[in-house]
């Protein structure tokens, strides 16, 4: 890491993530005066934790979590089940913990609609509840059309895998079937769009599982992009592991993908010739998730605008929004950054609902990336208000080095799967 070192990083880490630093020892302590209904939709990576910290932090707080599953499949990790590292129970976390050991009453149902002026949210199956504060953290939805012919029912021949679940183990069933010398096409999207490194991870995880099981297949990379998250490391790894099975099509050269053609499993990009492939994971363009545009809190953009102070949208006065959905920018859309925005959101509320002033947020983000099950490379940064929003602490965090020995990568390989086990127990233990 530049100018830390890996031990002060995660100690910085440790001290940041704790609610007693963001949230600060005065609101600890008189927080928990706090009364009201607390309305929190969606228990992924920025709902849940924001529902458990507000539960520690003000107790006297009825809290109640709406998500429609009744179980979360973490996106991150799920390119190591596509490269057969894990099965998908490994990512696969419930909701007894926020419930019996925290006080979060969780409802599993689907929000339809909110009305900011009544201050109530309408369920799939018939219920309203009112609240007194809403967060809303839905992740994404796909923006579906927006590369011609890719709907719904073209993401069960071509899926796009960038929510998991079943379409995870779609994709992984479609790399078990096709053949040896078979050609796989990734297409990544535009920034900005959920996890800038994934679609690279993905590409990596995929070639370790190819070149054990069927060594003579490819992997193109059609981006819509010109660079990418982490990108001469990436370059570097799939040297290293993969020489000659991984390559990469810039939106200069042809890389950005305009329309799909299921039945023939071909592609068309914006300039240059269609390619056909045996495989094809097709990631487009993303927005806020739907209840978000339903409440109009996206105002005329794809993402909701916030204070990033306190993430109460400036469309909605009294409805935050964290996580992927929020523009909060320059924080990346990922679990870490959605969880570390959760943690400041229920210090804001906390404060705003015992009558104290919101303490000076502290926010986080690392992403650890493997590009095989033995070489990991990361990216973390901290972030405090600037003058016109949250902005980057200089010298905090950084990439991996470039020049690292094998030690080095196989290191943060383990500190990866430390990352996922300490996060999501976290969250949801
Ligand atoms: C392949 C891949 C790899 C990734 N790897 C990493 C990684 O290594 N590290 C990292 O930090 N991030 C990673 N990410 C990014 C991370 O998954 C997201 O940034 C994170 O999930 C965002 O959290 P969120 O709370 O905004 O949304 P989510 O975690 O998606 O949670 C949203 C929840 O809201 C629920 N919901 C939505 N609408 C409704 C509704 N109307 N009613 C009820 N419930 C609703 C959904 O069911 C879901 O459970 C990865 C993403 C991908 C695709």
Same mark, same amino acid.
């Given at each position: 890491?530049?100018?830390?070192?890996?031990?002060?990083?995660?100690?910085?880490?440790?001290?940041?993530?704790?609610?007693?630093?963001?949230?600060?020892?005065?609101?600890?302590?008189?927080?928990?005066?706090?009364?009201?209904?607390?309305?929190?939709?969606?228990?992924?990576?920025?709902?849940?934790?924001?529902?458990?910290?507000?539960?520690?932090?003000?107790?006297?707080?009825?809290?109640?979590?709406?998500?429609?599953?009744?179980?979360?499949?973490?996106?991150?990790?799920?390119?190591?089940?596509?490269?057969?590292?894990?099965?998908?129970?490994?990512?696969?976390?419930?909701?007894?913990?926020?419930?019996?050991?925290?006080?979060?009453?969780?409802?599993?149902?689907?929000?339809?609609?909110?009305?900011?002026?009544?201050?109530?949210?309408?369920?799939?199956?018939?219920?309203?509840?009112?609240?007194?504060?809403?967060?809303?953290?839905?992740?994404?939805?796909?923006?579906?059309?927006?590369?011609?012919?890719?709907?719904?029912?073209?993401?069960?021949?071509?899926?796009?895998?960038?929510?998991?679940?079943?379409?995870?183990?779609?994709?992984?069933?479609?790399?078990?079937?096709?053949?040896?010398?078979?050609?796989?096409?990734?297409?990544?999207?535009?920034?900005?769009?959920?996890?800038?490194?994934?679609?690279?991870?993905?590409?990596?995880?995929?070639?370790?599982?190819?070149?054990?099981?069927?060594?003579?297949?490819?992997?193109?990379?059609?981006?819509?992009?010109?660079?990418?998250?982490?990108?001469?490391?990436?370059?570097?790894?799939?040297?290293?592991?993969?020489?000659?099975?991984?390559?990469?099509?810039?939106?200069?050269?042809?890389?950005?993908?305009?329309?799909?053609?299921?039945?023939?499993?071909?592609?068309?990009?914006?300039?240059?010739?269609?390619?056909?492939?045996?495989?094809?994971?097709?990631?487009?363009?993303?927005?806020?998730?739907?209840?978000?545009?339903?409440?109009?809190?996206?105002?005329?953009?794809?993402?909701?605008?916030?204070?990033?102070?306190?993430?109460?949208?400036?469309?909605?006065?009294?409805?935050?929004?964290?996580?992927?959905?929020? *523009?909060?920018?320059?924080?990346?859309?990922?679990?870490?950054?959605?969880?570390?925005?959760?943690?400041?959101?229920?210090?804001?509320?906390?404060?705003?609902?015992?009558?104290?002033?919101?303490?000076?947020?502290?926010?986080?983000?690392?992403?650890?990336?493997?590009?095989?099950?033995?070489?990991?490379?990361?990216?973390?940064? *901290?972030?405090?208000?600037?003058?016109?929003?949250?902005?980057?602490?200089?010298?905090?965090?950084?990439?991996?080095?470039?020049?690292?020995?094998?030690?080095?990568?196989?290191?943060?390989?383990?500190?990866?799967?430390?990352?996922?086990?300490?996060?999501?127990?976290?969250?949801?233990?």
């Amino acid at each position: 890491m530049r100018n830390l070192t890996r031990r002060n990083f995660v100690r910085m880490l440790g001290t940041v993530g704790a609610a007693s630093s963001v949230l600060g020892w005065p609101l600890v302590s008189l927080a928990g005066k706090a009364t009201g209904r607390v309305v929190i939709v969606g228990g992924g990576f920025g709902g849940a934790s924001c529902a458990k910290y507000l539960s520690r932090l003000a107790p006297g707080l009825e809290i109640t979590l709406v998500e429609r599953d009744s179980k979360f499949i973490t996106c991150p990790f799920s390119n190591a089940v596509l490269g057969g590292l894990y099965d998908i129970d490994f990512i696969t976390h419930g909701y007894d913990a926020l419930q019996k050991a925290h006080g979060v009453k969780v409802v599993h149902d689907s929000a339809t609609a909110i009305d900011p002026g009544a201050k109530t949210i309408s369920l799939a199956g018939g219920s309203t509840l009112p609240y007194d504060r809403l967060v809303v953290s839905p992740g994404i939805d796909i923006q579906w059309g927006a590369i011609d012919g890719y709907d719904q029912a073209a993401s069960k021949v071509m899926p796009h895998a960038w929510k998991a679940g079943s379409q995870t183990l779609l994709l992984r069933k479609q790399l078990e079937d096709m053949p040896d010398g078979g050609v796989v096409i990734i297409a990544a999207p535009r920034n900005p769009f959920r996890c800038p490194p994934g679609p690279y991870e993905r590409a990596s995880l995929i070639a370790h599982y190819l070149k054990q099981a069927k060594p003579r297949s490819k992997i193109l990379i059609y981006d819509a992009k010109d660079k990418f998250s982490k990108q001469p490391l990436f370059e570097q790894g799939w040297q290293a592991l993969y020489p000659g099975m991984i390559e990469w099509i810039s939106e200069s050269e042809g890389g950005a993908i305009e329309s799909v053609d299921i039945a023939n499993m071909t592609v068309h990009p914006t300039f240059g010739d269609p390619q056909k492939a045996d495989v094809v994971n097709l990631i487009p363009p993303q927005k806020a998730g739907a209840i978000a545009h339903a409440a109009g809190l996206n105002g005329d953009g794809a993402w909701c605008p916030v204070n990033q102070r306190t993430f109460e949208s400036t469309v909605h006065p009294g409805i935050h929004v964290i996580g992927d959905a929020a *523009v909060a920018n320059p924080m990346p859309k990922s679990g870490f950054a959605a969880s570390s925005q959760g943690k400041v959101c229920a210090a804001a509320i906390a404060a705003d609902l015992s009558g104290q002033d919101m303490p000076e947020p502290s926010y986080v983000n690392t992403c650890y990336s493997l590009v095989g099950p033995d070489y990991g490379i990361s990216v973390a940064m *901290v972030y405090r208000m600037g003058e016109s929003g949250i902005a980057a602490v200089q010298g905090a965090g950084g990439v991996s080095p470039k020049d690292a020995d094998h030690a080095f990568r196989k290191a943060e390989a383990r500190y990866s799967v430390g990352w996922y086990q300490s996060i999501t127990s976290d969250i949801w233990a």
